[in-house]
């Protein structure tokens, strides 16, 4: 199953495109690794496949449906720049804030004891269970993505899409997140990844776009490290490639 379809789409915030022509498919299971420059479009490109800007032209499916028409947000879980960061000053417990995500699934908006129990697998699987009782906005930055992740499993998600979900996080625990992502996906769990690390991306994404405004390359990951796209999107800017690993 195709879950997003993108037919060359181009967006413009302003007169230049910051998205110029892309077409690309997400299928279910892959795991996306979205990778170019720093102002290359990474961010703009999620938020079209994601319903939040409408392309200037060129057409957006998700999930098989007209993208604007798309109206299943719990089917995707979205963890954005600025989860790390914040979190608002409403006082939430992660449980609460989890279980909120079981919501869409629960008959009359009443949970039963299989929802509280997905509740708690959920939080267990990404091992945040004793952090249960804390407010979310309590938490660092890595345990927050982790609440996050949880509340998009306790609502089945089948599509998680995450923006340098591990900027401010130590290295070990970003290790952590990713061997989690790739539990994640071995569940069939749709990932897409944006991370200005390519070692992280190229070891754990099976497909890589690789974008500086138009795509260089849309393909296998070792399709990829074999082509010249990384070079030749960083080159288009002069920006340095960041291989650190
Ligand atoms: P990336 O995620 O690869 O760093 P972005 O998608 O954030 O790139 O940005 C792509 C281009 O669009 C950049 O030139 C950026 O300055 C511009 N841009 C991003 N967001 C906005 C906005 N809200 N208004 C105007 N320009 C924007």
């Known amino acids: 199953m195709t879950i997003v379809d993108l037919e060359n789409v ?13 077409s690309l498919t997400v ?25 939040l800007h409408r392309p200037d032209s060129g057409s957006i499916d998700l999930f098989g449906e007209p993208v604007d028409q798309f109206d299943d947000g719990e089917r995707i879980g979205y963890v954005s720049q600025q ?30 004891d299989d929802d509280h129990a997905t509740v708690d697998d959920a939080l267990e699987t ?3 269970t004793e952090l249960a009782d804390r407010q979310v906005n309590q938490l660092s930055g890595g345990q927050r993505q982790r609440a996050y992740i949880a509340r998009a499993l306790a609502s089945e998600a089948d599509l998680l899409a995450l923006d340098e979900p591990t900027v401010g996080v130590d290295a070990e625990s970003r290790d952590a997140f990713y061997q989690l992502l790739e539990s994640l996906n071995e569940r069939e769990i749709t990932i897409i990844l944006i991370e200005h690390d390519i070692g992280v991306v190229t070891d754990r994404a099976n497909r890589i776009a690789c974008i ?29 490639v960041h291989h650190h690993h």
């Open 10 to 22: 181009t967006f413009a915030y302003g007169e230049q495109p910051a998205v110029r022509d892309v």
């Open 27 to 51: 299928e279910q299971g892959d795991f996306l690794g979205l990778v170019g420059p720093n102002g290359s479009g990474k961010t703009t490109l999620l938020h079209l496949m994601l319903g």
């Open 212 to 240: 500086n405004t138009e795509l260089y390359h849309h393909g296998d990951t070792e399709s990829f490290v074999e082509s010249d796209a990384l070079t030749e999107a960083y080159g288009a800017t002069g920006q340095v």
């Open 126 to 128: 990404v091992g945040i």
């Open 83 to 112: 989860a790390t960061s914040g979190g608002g000053s409403m006082p939430v417990t992660v449980r609460e804030a989890v279980t909120m995500g079981r919501f869409a699934h629960a008959g009359h908006g009443r949970l039963t």
